[in-house]
């Protein structure tokens, strides 16, 4: 609008006051100059816009109030009233304002705005005419007057600072109204908002001044809502310039400009329309700290409660989860953090969000990995339904972390989750079913080698699984629903927790008995080395050692806290006194000036570990009571999801377990009484588990309870003469366990079981000879006498002699326990009865040790098929010969039989790990391993891990594997552990295994050649199998110390065949490429040996002073063969020890449980689509065995064109040549050199139980047989040079070694079975070749891509359609076992360090 001209004032220029005001000039005080404002004041108010006459009247008196006089008047009071002069002014003459110079108008208005200041004091008594002032300004809009204004923006600059600086909390709703309105009406009815003014209004936003002054935000707040529309494109400007083109200069906001896009989103996101684009452009900048900025900035956006950015901006929302791959670790760790308030916030953006957090997962960064865990975890719970499976899955995943914070927080989260949905059922069944998982999973991290896990397992389930905290009753019932919804390897994991805590208890009661002896050498060093072996079963070990040793100084000087520790573990303390006495004993080593106390932190370790604070003899009540409830069908056994059946058989289990740890607290009536009730009931398990109870617990029944005594004994007879095997050898121990006058009341079983023996009716055998066996050998001096015409009338000569049923001849060589025949059954009661007799004896006086050595040796000679009259099935045979090998192994755990058992003795036992047989193969290599870990056997017997080496299947060469290395750390643990030891360095040393290595490996039957190269590399295979885990580390020269025993070796002759030149010539050999080996694999066995190695003599007979054997074995081309020969799969764990350096050795390449499939399968890698469909249908009713496998996959039974079912080699081809018949070797798959005629023998000879490529030689020497063998291996060496020339059409063997067998081990199998029971030991098995699982899952470079080997290393025709076909065999196999992970169902066993751990199934975490 345009200025009017200067109006005249009326009366020539006079100025006209108010009726009763006098003049206003400089020369009045101010107090009158006030006086007469208010008047006029009051004047103007009274006047409106209509009274013209008026307005002309006062019109120079207006001008007069412009003046200087006024605008710079230093009176506070004279310028408020001014100012509400002229603000009326404004109204009267509105639109028209009275003055015409810009520059009056801008000074009038700068003066107006400082006026506004003195709103902010409204307890002052001018206050009203101060709002009386915005009030009129606002309603007015008479700022709108200054748009014409060249330099307007000066003006409202000032006047919004003043409003933004005066408001606060003491306004009430009309003053923010009328500033509203004021500041308002600027915005939208001006030409638009400079930078300058929008800076003043967005100042406020920023977090420092937001919370200074509140009230200053709320107005901002309101204004930019209110005028959204308008100063959107102001907006959109700045940030353009900011982020977009650089200009940080043009605004002193710019540094602020994420806090104000957060804080104007938060406004209204409209604000923000145009500017969200822009940071999509950041997101993707080259400065890693600008991306984090827009990253922090994005998460709040896209978390915010109510926020649907995600939604309305689909690729902002993408660019910013693509930051989760961000290579900056900042950014990703950011993201990750998001991610919590998002899954709160925005369950629908879960499904977005799993495959980030997926990889993320297994990020490399450990904190990013842990904050992973953290997000879901926060959001399971807060509402478990904002978290789905997968999301589970991953934090699952992490409890197997390499890192233990990781691993922590996982196991700790996953148990906040089961406290609060399935223990507390705080969102239903439904939730609680949803993570049922989480109980097992917890229990099975105890299978760890870490000792932090297991301690932070104890700690999770005295707190989240079974609260100690709770009531008696309200726990027991947790505990006993707990352990009946277990799944086994859980229950085994959990009765592993309560043996380890009882064995520290032990172990701190002997180390309180020592201190109550006179103080000697002796019992300082027996204190010793239980402070070590208690520190072992703690944290930090080392700090550990220092802080027992104090905690034992204390213990000696303080005679009350050995009293308050000897309450706290001994067996009739109660958990509530339990509890006193941890806090007493904490309370004496707590030092109050000591902010921390790691000593007290590792007391309390200990005390957490060995305080009962779940089960005392209430408890164990309380147990009872339920498990009587189950019984008579009055519990609540539904309601918690288990059957009573499982209840009852369940919870007679854990009473089980606790009467190993606990059986003191067994000792009531009540108790016993209800146990009896169990023994009457028919399921087998109920009453074998109870009569294991009385046998732990029952010790005082005898002499307190006569009652139960006069109940028992009847009871115990039945079942030791009629009951379950189980149950007999139960009843048996019981009776000699818990009664005085036990000769008495096991002659009243022994003699009428003994007058009853029938072999006619083998059914009713084996209880009277599980019973007569554990007799014999709980009391040998009492019955060893009469057991010795049974066992030479009947168990020798009329049972085990004779074959009176003809067996099913199926051509399997495993079945289930079901199918084996009774008379078998009866024959393998009968050879442990032999065992048990001679253990109970412990002498050979009678050389019956001798004569039961003979007659095992010949069954295993004879093939389990003693009488040699064919009737026994193949099965049956595998039966017999598990049982005799096992028998040897027995014997040899006692001394005086140990030293009897011939070397060639020795060596047949030894071969049963190589046995045709995978199911004997398993379980003999599971029972030596237990007894060699126990250091129960000769240290001869760990050579027999060596032939493992052979085995075809690469699970079982793993379960070998593990095998040694943990026997071998057991060994090396144990001297250390034990001065006294290194007394007997010679039968405890690990590396004295290496002779009775050698001289076994001198005898293998295999071994028919000694120059044969192939011969040969096997026999270097099974030497750097052992050497390769003895020479991991060259601990105190060791590797000096191997080369000088095997060059002693050499010097000496065979003492099993001194005078045979051939059988030295063999050993010499076998010596020679032993040190062939620890040449090539160390650089150190040069060096001096650090001592002079001692030979068994048993083994190994001197040679005179003056032989020297300085003769090289070993050609030259026979070096250059085994030095570079064809590469081989890597042995497991080859992560573990590094592989050896000789390019001959075999390569074990890491694959997935595809090729791992096919490894164990046919090797003829051009096998026909008839054969394949002939194999395939052979075997479809095929019954699962016990040991998981649908049957012994390597002997498959196939039919040939006329119908008859007969064997197959592994290499087997349809069109096989037909050839004489390989030698036999007992015990182990064929070679490939024999395998390819192996059908054609069979159809010739008619192979049967005893006959076929794959059945042994016996152990009789017969040069005829010699003979044939070697013309065998001369034809067949002729074969394999045809089969070499082609090896260039072969793919890469190191990727594909199920293509590779062809010359080192064939086995027979089936095809439809094989992925059966190969991918399923895959699944037991500690990730691939070896690898800890979790090292595998750590970062998501682990997982190999079968594709990607598919591409790398392309099949050839005839290879593919073998592929294909293995494939199909493999659709079946679950994602986890194809990648060689453990599977869920297994228990996901892991092992804490890269040197992996055994399979569940195989062993309990006792074992380990």
């Known amino acids: 609008m345009e200025f009017p001209q200067q109006q005249k004032p009326a009366g020539d220029g006079k100025i006209v006051y108010p009726p009763g005001v006098k003049e206003i000039t400089d020369k009045i005080s101010n107090d009158e100059v006030v006086k007469r404002l208010k008047m006029v004041v009051k004047t103007y108010m009274d006047m409106d816009q209509d009274s013209e006459e008026e307005k002309q009247q006062y019109l120079g008196l207006a001008l007069h109030l412009a003046s200087e006089f006024f605008l710079r008047n230093p009176n506070k009071d004279v310028r408020l009233l001014v100012a509400c002069c002229l603000a009326d002014i404004f109204r009267i003459y509105a639109p028209e304002a009275p003055y015409t110079s810009h520059d009056k108008l801008k000074d009038i208005f700068l003066f107006i705005t400082r006026q506004l200041k003195g709103l902010e004091d409204t307890k002052s008594p001018q206050f009203n005419r101060y709002f009386y002032l915005l009030e009129n300004l606002a309603w007015v809009k008479s700022y709108n007057i200054c748009f014409e204004l060249e330099d307007c923006n000066e003006i409202f600059i000032q006047l919004f600072k003043t409003l933004f600086s005066v408001i606060n909390n ?49 107005l901002a707040k309101t204004l930019l809502k209110r005028t959204v529309q308008t100063i959107e494109t102001c907006i959109a400007n700045f940030f353009n310039q900011v982020l977009v083109m650089g200009k940080s200069s043009v605004s002193d906001l710019s540094e602020h400009v994420f806090d104000l896009i957060q804080e104007l989103f938060a406004i209204d996101p409209l604000l923000l329309t145009s500017v969200m684009p822009q940071l999509e452009f950041k997101l993707k900048s080259n400065d890693g700290e600008e991306r984090l900025a827009v990253v922090r900035l994005l998460a709040k956006l896209f978390g915010a409660k109510d926020s649907e950015l995600a939604t309305q901006n689909r690729p902002l929302w993408q660019c910013f989860l693509g930051r989760f791959n961000d290579i900056h670790v900042p950014v990703r760790l950011e993201c990750v953090k998001f991610a919590s308030h998002c899954l709160m916030n925005h369950p629908d953006l879960a499904k977005d969000l799993t495959e980030y957090l997926k990889v993320r997962s297994h990020d490399p960064e450990e904190a990013i990995r842990h904050d992973v865990i953290v997000t879901i975890i926060n959001a399971g719970k807060k509402d478990l339904n904002l978290v789905n499976d997968q ?36 969102a239903g069944k439904e939730s609680a079913l949803k993570i049922s998982w989480i109980k097992d999973k917890l229990l099975h991290i105890y299978y760890q080698n870490s000792i932090d896990d297991k301690l932070l397992v104890e700690k999770i389930f005295a707190q989240y699984m079974v609260p100690h905290s709770l009531d008696t009753e309200e726990k027991m019932k947790c505990l006993y629903y707990l352990y009946a919804c277990l799944d086994t390897n859980a229950v085994k994991a959990l009765n592993e927790m309560w043996k380890c805590q009882n064995m520290l208890r032990g172990l701190v009661r002997e180390l309180l008995d020592l201190h109550k002896l006179p103080v000697s050498e002796a019992n300082n060093t027996a204190m010793f080395g239980k402070l070590m072996t208690i520190a072992k079963n703690l944290p930090d070990a080392g700090k550990a050692q220092d802080f027992m040793k104090k905690f034992n100084q204390v213990l000696g000087e303080d005679e009350k806290l050995r009293v308050q520790l000897e309450t706290l573990i001994s067996p009739t303390c109660s958990c509530k006194q339990a509890e006193l006495c941890v806090r007493e004993i904490t309370r004496k080593l707590t030092f109050p000036k000591q902010p921390t106390n790691p000593f007290l932190e590792m007391v309390k370790f200990l005390l957490e570990r060995i305080a009962p604070v779940h089960i005392d003899s209430e408890a164990i009540s309380a147990l009872v009571k339920l498990l009587n409830k189950s019984i008579e069908g009055t519990a609540d056994d539904d309601e918690e999801g288990v059957t009573p059946d499982t209840a009852i058989r369940s919870g007679l289990e854990l009473l089980k377990v606790l009467s190993f740890t606990h059986p003191t607290a067994f000792h009531s009536a009540e108790t016993y009484e209800s146990l009896l009730q169990c023994l009457k009931m028919e399921d087998d398990k109920v009453a074998e588990a109870a009569i294991q109870i009385f046998r732990n617990t029952g010790q005082k029944i005898e002499t307190e309870l ?40 096991l002659a009243q079983i022994f003699e009428p079981l003994s007058r009853s023996l029938n072999a006619d009716v083998p059914e009713q055998l084996i209880t009277p000879l599980v019973s007569l066996g554990h007799i014999s050998m709980l009391a040998p001096d009492q019955f060893a006498s009469p057991m010795k015409s049974i066992v030479a009338n009947f168990i020798v000569k009329d049972l085990l002699m004779n074959d009176r049923s003809m067996g099913n001849k199926n051509g399997k060589l495993w079945t289930t326990d079901e199918e084996v025949s009774p008379e078998v059954l009866a024959k393998v009661q009968a050879i442990k009865l032999l065992v048990r007799w001679l253990l109970g004896m412990k002498n050979n006086q009678s050389k019956s040790a001798n004569s039961t050595l003979r007659l095992l040796s010949a069954m295993l000679v004879s093939e389990g098929d003693l009488t040699e009259q064919k009737k026994i099935s193949k099965s049956d045979m595998s039966r017999l010969r598990l049982a005799a090998g096992g028998a040897i192994m027995k014997l040899a755990q006692e001394p005086c039989y140990h030293d009897i058992i011939t070397p ?136 000096a110390f191997l080369r000088k025993m095997v060059e002693n070796i050499k010097q000496t002759k065979d003492a099993q065949c001194p005078d045979d030149a051939k059988a030295n010539e063999k050993l010499y050999i076998v010596c020679d490429v032993a040190l062939f080996v620890i040449a090539n694999k160390s650089t150190a066995c040069h060096l001096e040996s650090p001592k002079d ?42 992560a573990v020890n590094k592989p050896l350096t000789v390019p001959g050795r075999r390569i074990f390449t890491k694959t997935t449980a595809g090729s791992d499939t096919a490894s164990n399968a046919s090797t003829n890698s051009q096998l026909s689509s008839s054969a394949i469909n002939k194999n395939s249908n052979s075997n479809a009713a095929t019954e699962p065995s016990e040991s998981r496998s649908q049957e012994n996959n390597e002997n498959p039974v196939i039919k040939n064109d006329d119908g008859k079912k007969e064997e197959a080699g592994q290499n087997a081809t349809p069109d096989a040549t037909t050839e004489a ?51 065998i291996n001369i034809k067949m060496s002729k074969q394999q040079q045809q089969k070499d020339e082609g090896t260039k059409r072969q793919i890469d063997l190191q990727r594909w070694p199920c293509l590779s067998r062809e010359k080192d081990k064939v086995r027979k199998r089936e095809p439809e079975e094989e992925t059966g029971r190969a991918l399923g030991r895959v699944a037991l098995l500690l ?13 998501p470079e682990c997982v190999i891509s079968a594709r990607k080997d598919k591409e790398r290393y392309p099949l050839e025709r005839g290879q593919a359609d073998y592929a294909a076909w293995s494939a199909t065999c493999s659709k079946g196999e679950s994602k986890s076992a194809r990648r060689g992970a453990p599977s869920g169902r297994q228990g996901e066993t892991i092992s804490g360090d890269k040197t992996g751990g055994l399979a569940v199934s195989w062993f309990s975490p006792g074992c380990l």
């Not at 295979?1021 to 580390?1033: D, P, R, Y």
């Not at 699982?1333 to 750590?1338: A, D, I, N, T």
Request: glycine share 6%.
């Open 706 to 745: 006569q009652q139960i005594r006069s109940t028992l004994i009847p009871i115990l007879h039945q079942k030791a003469k009629r009951g379950t095997p189980h149950q007999a050898k139960q009843a048996v121990h019981c009776i000699h366990a818990i009664f005085n006058n036990k000769e008495v009341q």
């Open 1327 to 1339: 990730g691939s070749e070896g690898d800890t699982e979790r090292e595998l899952e750590s970062s």
């Open 170 to 218: 003491s306004h009430n709703q009309k003053v923010q109204m009328h500033m509203m309105d004021l500041m308002s009406s600027i915005i939208m009815e001006g030409d638009g908002v400079t930078q300058e003014l929008l800076d003043t209004i967005l100042i406020n936003l920023i977090p420092a001044h937001k919370n200074l002054n509140k009230q200053a935000y709320d």
């Open 1221 to 1271: 018949s390989p030698v036999k070797r007992r015990g182990r798959p064929p070679k490939s050199v024999a395998a390819a005629p192996a059908v054609a023998a069979e159809k010739e000879g008619g192979a049967a139980a005893g006959g076929g490529a794959g059945r042994g030689r016996k152990r009789a020497a017969d040069p005829a047989s010699d003979q044939s063998g070697e013309s």
């Open 1093 to 1134: 190695p001692v030979l068994p003599t048993k083994f190994f007979l001197l040679q005179d002073k003056d032989f020297k054997n300085d003769k090289d074995y070993l050609t030259a081309e026979t070096r250059q063969v085994l030095l570079t020969g064809k590469p081989k799969t890597t042995p497991v764990l080859g």
């Open 391 to 426: 999301l589970l899955g991953f934090v699952r995943e992490r409890t197997l972390d390499k890192r233990w914070r990781v691993r922590k927080e996982a196991m700790m989260g996953l148990a906040q989750l089961f406290k609060k949905y399935c223990l507390h059922h705080e």
């Open 904 to 1039: 060639e003795q020795f060596q047949l036992c030894g071969l049963v790990i190589n046995d045709e047989c995978y199911q004997v193969r398993q379980i003999f290599a599971q029972k030596l391993h237990l007894a060699l870990v126990k250091l129960l056997l000769p240290l001869e017997y760990l050579a027999v891990f060596a032939l493992c080496a052979k085995d075809p299947v690469k699970e079982r060469r793993a379960h070998a594997r593990q095998c040694l290395l943990k026997n071998i750390t057991v060994r090396r643990e144990y001297i250390k552990q034990n001065p006294l030891a290194h007394e007997k360095l010679v039968s405890l040393l690990p590396e004295y295994v290496v002779p009775y290595m050698i001289h076994l490996l001198a005898h293998d039957p295999d071994f028919t050649k000694p120059q044969e190269y192939e011969q040969l590399k096997d026999i270097k295979e099974c030497l750097w199998f052992m050497l390769e885990v003895l020479m991991t580390k060259n601990e105190n020269n060791s590797h």
